[in-house]
């Protein structure tokens, strides 16, 4: 039978190990700081010779690419087994003093060059390719358009350490000792504390109430069997909140009107409720209870792809599905586990609402352009020719103008819709290039400063000129002047219309367009993106607006795959925040 050892006892031993360990590691600790500060003394030399490379050609006006043999005098002058290397911006080698220059790949992504390119300096210790010896690479930047990297093969010796004396020895042996006694006298009190410990632990794993005058021993241990007894209890009661607030996000998931499963990293089922099965066999084939079968399905196949490619951008996808009359918006959100999480919302009634405004509006733009394009020609045509002597005539000359100013906002109205149109059947018909903002604000400066002058109305822009967009030009124009346009007509007389890129990342830029009027109500601000919405119906009719601007606007910024939302200032007007892509995906 195996003989317990006694907790002394695998204390002691323990700790014997422990010192055996410590005095190894305070030897390869004094190794590593020797060998640190020997490689760097070297990296010191390189520097100091890559200096003297520098002033040498600067002194000289020696072109390396050109007069490679003039380098022969500086040679004499370094060490025999040094390297040295010249690199341009680019990272193409213009010398190389052990090398053919012509058959160097680009050096531009080495450790040590690139290194220097963030720091001005840099070292890297690794086997060369060519020669199989390991080097101490070191590069550095200079304001010349040039990096010099110099390399000497790299053997620290730590033999002067190894044979230093056996006096530390010695030391590390007395407290050795020392360190032995002071554990037999420690590990008495220890041990009284830990059996406390482990009857506690064993209570609690039989389930065994713990008295309310149980009390650990006074010392460090107890402190720590106290917190553990503590920390127990914590875990206790947030395990009973835990399970309260599952049940309540369950409760959740099955009253929502949505359909909502969870699955775990290898697509196993871990919730669904009673509206995803639901919707689940509709889209599918074969009714099933089985929300796994999914995954077999060609219809998700697209989201499949999405959970099984790596790296992703981004952790959400969604897509339109279409099955048996209606329509459904299936999204998928992948977590940082890989577990995932899918939503199918039923979205028939919406969107055939959505097709029938549509349809609605394109059919009445189809059907009006006809007659108001007549009407308007035989209006110019009537005032081109009109005689205004008569009693009559000014007051005729007056319906006919008023009759004519009707007939172009009716136009513009039908062009609005026109482009709603294109935008959202036809998208491919607009051309794209890159479009500088800075230019087109101003030029919509310029075309809107009549106006402009006409309200009291100051545009500031605030966007520089390295801001490009890659986009439609007209849209982008239709975009800017309409929100302009807006600020003019309801923002009130004598205010500033702001445009100004406030920030941008890799692939976005930030825009906010703002104005310093009088707003509108807050209830009106999720709606007024809607096509013939109009905050004040008086007010509208007297400014002469079609309710289809700012519908336009994000619809125009949906092309762009963008985003826009608006919120009154603090101080008063409306606020546009605005993203645009920098590429179009």
């Known amino acids: 039978m195996r003989r317990k050892v006694s907790f002394k006892t695998r204390i002691l031993l323990d700790f ?3 010192i055996g360990l410590f005095t190894v590691g305070v030897i390869l600790f004094e190794q590593q700081q020797f ?20 002033r040498y050609l600067n002194q000289n006006g020696i072109d390396v690419q050109k007069e490679p043999e003039r380098m022969g005098e500086l040679l004499r002058y370094m060490p025999s087994e040094a390297r040295f290397t010249i690199i341009n911006r680019e990272g193409r080698v213009l010398y190389d003093n052990f090398l053919d220059v012509g058959k160097m790949e680009n050096h531009l992504r080495r450790p040590e060059v690139r290194k220097s390119i963030s720091f001005g300096h840099g070292s890297n210790i690794r086997v060369s390719d060519s020669d199989n010896i390991k080097y101490l690479y070191y590069s550095k930047k200079y304001d010349e358009g040039c990096f010099i990297r110099l390399a000497v093969p790299y053997n620290v010796q730590l033999q002067s350490f190894i044979n230093s004396g056996s006096s530390f020895i010695i030391y590390i042996l007395l407290f050795f000792v020392a360190c032995i006694l002071m554990m037999l006298y420690f590990s008495n009190r220890f041990s009284r504390s830990l059996r406390e410990l482990r009857e506690f632990s064993m209570n609690l794993r039989n389930d065994v109430k ?7 021993a006074d010392d460090e241990v107890g402190e720590v069997s106290a917190d553990i ?3 127990y209890n914590l875990l206790q009661e947030n395990r009973r909140k835990l399970a309260a607030e599952r049940e309540k996000l369950l409760q959740h998931f099955q009253l929502s009107e949505e359909g909502i499963a969870i699955f775990s990293k290898d697509r196993r089922e871990i919730y669904a409720n009673s509206h995803f099965l639901q919707f689940l066999n509709i889209i599918l084939d074969n009714p099933t ?24 951008e981004g952790n959400m996808f969604s897509k339109r599905i279409e099955k048996s009359g209606r329509q459904f918006n299936v999204r998928i959100i992948i977590f940082e586990d890989e577990s995932f999480e899918f939503y199918i919302s039923d979205i028939t009634k919406s969107e055939k609402t959505r097709l029938l405004k549509q349809e609605m509006t394109n059919n009445i733009a189809h059907e009006l352009r006809t007659p108001v394009t007549s009407i308007r020609g035989y209006l110019e045509t009537i005032l081109n020719l009109y005689d205004y ?24 109205l039908i062009q609005d819709i026109s482009m709603l149109t294109k935008i959202e059947e036809v998208p491919d018909r607009f051309e794209l290039e890159q479009v500088r903002m800075s230019e087109l604000l101003n030029e919509l400066s310029n075309d809107l400063a009549d106006k402009l002058k006409e309200n009291k109305d100051n545009f500031l822009v605030n966007v520089n000129d390295t801001v490009v967009i890659y986009g439609s030009r007209t849209l982008l124009y239709s975009i800017f002047r309409n929100l302009i346009e807006n600020a003019i007509s309801y923002g009130g007389e004598n205010i500033d219309i702001v445009v100004r890129c406030y920030n941008e990342n890799e692939n976005t830029y930030f825009f906010e367009f703002y104005d310093t009027g009088i707003g509108v109500d807050e ?3 999720v709606r007024i993106f809607e096509r013939f919405y109009r905050v004040n119906e008086g007010r ?3 400014t002469g607006g079609s309710g289809l601007g700012l519908s336009l606007v994000k619809n125009a910024v949906l092309f762009h795959k963008g985003s826009i939302g608006a919120k009154n200032r603090p101080d008063g007007g409306l606020h546009f925040l605005m993203t645009f892509p920098k590429l179009m995906r």
């Open 210 to 216: 713990i008295p309310a005058s149980f009390v650990f």
């Open 229 to 231: 007894v503590e920390n």
């Open 16 to 18: 014997s190990v422990m």
């Open 289 to 312: 209870l089985e929300p796994e079968l999914l995954f077999d399905d060609p219809v998700f196949g697209e989201f499949v792809d999405f959970i099984d490619v790596h790296p992703r």
């Open 523 to 525: 209830k009106h601000l």
């Open 540 to 542: 509208t009719r007297k």
């Open 35 to 54: 060998k640190t500060e020997r490689t760097l003394s070297l990296e010191r030399t390189l520097e100091n010779n890559a200096d003297i490379v520098c």
């Open 389 to 412: 002597d008569g009693d009559n005539s000014e007051r005729i000359g007056g319906f006919l103008d008023r009759a004519y100013t009707q007939t172009i906002r009716l136009s513009e």
